[in-house]
């Protein structure tokens, strides 16, 4: 079993920045993807961003790329989303999740860490 836990979430202003974090415990394999999904309210959940804790490759949703930064810390085991120029649209629940086994890809869920809810607003 992997434990995912987000931290970080809060209140943030239009074009401000916020950082979230996500810690990693448990039984994990030896190569393993970290992703960060989005959901909005009423919506479904979407990754975002995704990294791997080996070569540290990334993907990203186009709609945050120029924005959001995600990065891995292998000996912590920690993954963090640094979100800049934060938008109206961005608010909702972040959750980390990660997989069993690595495909290569953004993981598909089967571990899922709590969700923090991050709220854009002025």
């Known amino acids: 079993q992997v434990q995912l836990v987000e931290s970080g979430g809060g209140v943030g202003q239009p074009g401000g920045d916020l950082r979230l974090s996500c810690a990693v415990s448990g039984s994990t394999p030896d190569y393993y993807a970290i992703g960060w999904y989005f959901q909005a309210p009423g919506k479904g959940r979407e990754p975002i961003a995704c990294i791997s804790n080996s070569d540290s490759g990334t993907y990203y949703k186009d709609s945050v790329e120029d924005r959001f930064t995600i990065s891995w810390h292998n000996a912590k085991k920690m993954a963090y989303l640094q979100m800049n120029v934060l938008k109206p649209e961005d608010t909702g629940v972040y959750y980390c999740?990660?997989?069993?086994?690595?495909?290569?890809?953004?993981?598909?869920?089967?571990?899922w860490g709590q969700g923090t809810q991050v709220t854009v607003s002025s």
């Open positions: 999740a990660t997989d069993r086994d690595y495909d290569g890809s953004c993981p598909k869920g089967d571990f």
